[in-house]
């Protein structure tokens, strides 16, 4: 059974204040592994796709690196606008199994 | 291009009776899934419908179904309703399984 595990639950961070939010995994053959931001009374929003270890991806001020056991978020120099929680989800058939989020505020 | 659109976007229901919601996937995408949202559980994966078959299902009982129609837009029906099923209803839509793109979800509460 796919296992995915996300910390810490909560952050919170001055703007500017660089941070990375953590995405442990266990997986039988991973097919991929994603990353969505969701805000409060919306759905997820995809941000990234990282199918083998040592791939890394880059928005704005977001980056996602991932390894054979885990998968990093970078968020540099984060603005109050990057506030959300993020879900990261992991694939090893078609069936995605999610992790319980990072709730992430930033105060200006 | 548009987005994924659901409806309705909220539902107040009785135990017992039973609910059916609606998603119109991203044209073009032939891949829709449907998730339930809670704060005890998280994310959870119900079923995905590709070209009006169901690919995948996830570990809900038969009280919860779907079927996905000829242009791709898919319905989600929960029979018997019970307090735990109030949830966020989230339907994503994907051209390939892989990236997925979410509506805004309908809010069900059951009384």
């Known amino acids: 059974e796919d296992q995915v595990t996300q910390s810490p639950e909560a952050l919170r961070l001055q703007e500017g204040e660089s941070s990375s939010l953590n995405c442990s995994y266990t997986?039988?053959?991973?097919?991929?592994l994603f990353w969505y931001r969701q805000d409060p009374g919306k759905g997820p929003e995809f941000l990234f796709t990282?199918?083998?270890a040592g791939e890394e991806k880059e928005k704005e001020r977001l980056k996602a690196t991932l390894t054979k056991k885990e998968s990093f978020l970078h968020i540099t120099a984060p603005k109050p606008e990057d506030s959300a929680t993020y879900l990261c989800a992991v694939s090893s058939s078609y069936i995605p199994t999610f992790g319980r989020g990072t709730s992430l505020i930033v105060h200006p | 291009k548009a987005g994924v659109t659901q409806t309705p976007r909220y539902l107040i229901k009785t135990r017992g009776q039973q609910v059916t919601l609606s998603c119109s996937p991203i044209?073009?995408?032939?891949?829709v899934s449907w998730y339930q949202q809670t704060p005890g559980q998280g994310l959870q994966f119900l079923f995905e419908y590709f070209s009006e078959t169901q690919r995948n299902k996830g570990n809900f009982p038969g009280r919860f179904s779907g079927r996905q129609f000829s242009n791709s837009r898919s319905e989600m029906n929960v029979s018997t309703l019970e307090l735990g099923d109030s949830a966020l209803y989230l339907c994503?839509?994907?051209?390939?399984?892989?990236?997925?793109?979410f509506g805004p979800g309908t809010r069900l509460t059951v009384t």
């Open positions: 997986v039988s053959g991973l097919r991929g």
């Open positions: 994503a839509s994907s051209f390939n399984s892989d990236e997925q793109y």
């Open positions: 990282l199918y083998s």
């Open positions: 044209s073009g995408h032939r891949s």
